[in-house]
Each structure stands twice: as C-alpha cells, then as structure tokens.
C-alpha cells in the first residue's frame, strides 16, 4: 500500500506533468513477467483526472531513479492503455526504447 505522502506526491506529478487534477481512486498490486523472469512488481496508484482534454484517468508510480533519487512514472489512460497491467506494459517499452537509442 501506497502511504498519504506518496499519493500526494504523485498528484502533484500528474499537476505538473499533465496540467490536471488528480483524485486517487485505487492502489493496484502488479507483476510483470517476461520469459519467465520478473521485470516489475510493485504498486501502481489510479487517479480520476480534471481538466485534461483527452484523458479521464491516469495510473503512476514512482521508483528509485538512476541519480539515486526518486522518479515517477504517470501515464494516461488511452487505448490501448487500459489498466494497471497495460500502463506498466506501455512504460517499460518506452524505457526500453529510450535506453536503446
């Protein structure tokens, strides 16, 4: 479970990222595998957005970063990113993409 401080940390992400409110809804446990393998497990927190033009929900975590601080993660719920799982999904192929460039 997420703590208060790690909600409204986030929210304010979202704020910043995205230029919408955010309204925690649920914190979702997920595990993604590939060939076997864990590549991610943790806690991904569900927002209700306001005031974004296309976007009604968002999912967002934070990490431990490179630097060795904290980083987040927020992405729009659009199609095909439709839950938890996809929101994951999606990151970590951006992440892949952007490391392999």
Known sequence: MTD????????????KLHGA?????????????????????????VFDLTGHATASRAYAWSHEADSGGRGVVAVLHAAPVDT?????RAALVAEHRARSK
């Open 84 to 88: 938890p799982l996809k929101a994951v």
């Open 21 to 45: 409110k955010a309204e925690h809804v649920e914190s979702v446990p997920v595990r993604e595998t590939f060939q076997g393998q864990v590549v991610w497990d943790g806690t991904v927190e």
């Open 4 to 15: 208060a401080a790690e909600i409204v940390e986030l929210q304010g992400a979202l704020l």
